[in-house]
């Protein structure tokens, strides 16, 4: 299934990006495009995304959560 494929690539190779898996995913077999694959990804996501937001200031708030 590709569910089960994608999931398994993302957590072997935790620091790519949906581009990146979709081209393994191509690679291995899949008749897939990046779009079908960042749908999925943002579906299954846990949790709200991450902001690109840096300094001591949001360091210091993720330690209170």
């Given at each position: ?53 840096t ?11």
């Open positions: 299934r590709l569910f089960d494929d994608l999931v398994a690539l993302a957590r072997a190779h935790g620091r790519l990006g949906y581009r990146k898996i979709a081209a393994m995913l191509r690679s291995s077999g899949w008749v897939v495009n990046d779009k079908r694959v960042e749908r999925i990804w943002r579906q299954e996501a846990e949790g709200p995304e991450e902001t690109a937001q300094g001591p200031a949001v360091a210091e708030r993720r330690l209170l959560r």
